[in-house]
């Protein structure tokens, strides 16, 4: 059984810093690729970056993260970061960490088979 569990989320300033990170139990092996969603109360929950999971591959990035956000990995410790700066009110929402046996980081969140609980993320202007 999968099981991905994130932390670091929190409450920072506008043009601050956090980082989120996503620790995946079980069949970590069986990922194609990971990423990171984030949803918006009274919006849909969308992409905001992902890559592939085994291998050196270049990373996507939802454009309004682009240049801000950086998604990292360590293999050995079955864990994912993502690095957040000069984050925005309009950033605020809970991130949720996932997996999926696709190769080729989807951008729909009903390609991923995985997700952990959220975590909070606040941006105050």
């Known amino acids: 059984q999968v099981q991905l569990v994130e932390s670091g989320g929190g409450l920072v300033q506008a043009g601050g810093s956090l980082r989120l990170s996503c620790a995946a139990s079980?069949?970590?092996?069986?990922?194609?690729?990971m990423g990171w969603f984030r949803q918006a109360p009274g919006k849909e929950r969308e992409f905001v970056a992902g890559?592939?999971?085994?291998?050196?591959?270049?990373?996507k990035y939802a454009d309004s993260v682009k240049g801000r956000f950086t998604l990292s990995k360590d293999t050995a410790k079955n864990t994912v970061y993502l690095q957040m700066n000069s984050l925005k009110p309009e950033d605020t929402a809970v991130y949720y960490c996932?997996?999926?046996?696709?190769?080729?980081?989807?951008?729909?969140?009903?390609?991923?088979?995985?997700w952990g609980q959220g975590t909070q993320v606040t941006v105050s202007s």
């Open positions: 079980g069949r970590a092996a069986s990922f194609g690729s």
């Open positions: 996932t997996a999926s046996p696709k190769l080729y980081s989807p951008i729909r969140a009903d390609e991923y088979d995985y």
């Open positions: 890559r592939r999971w085994l291998g050196s591959y270049s990373t």
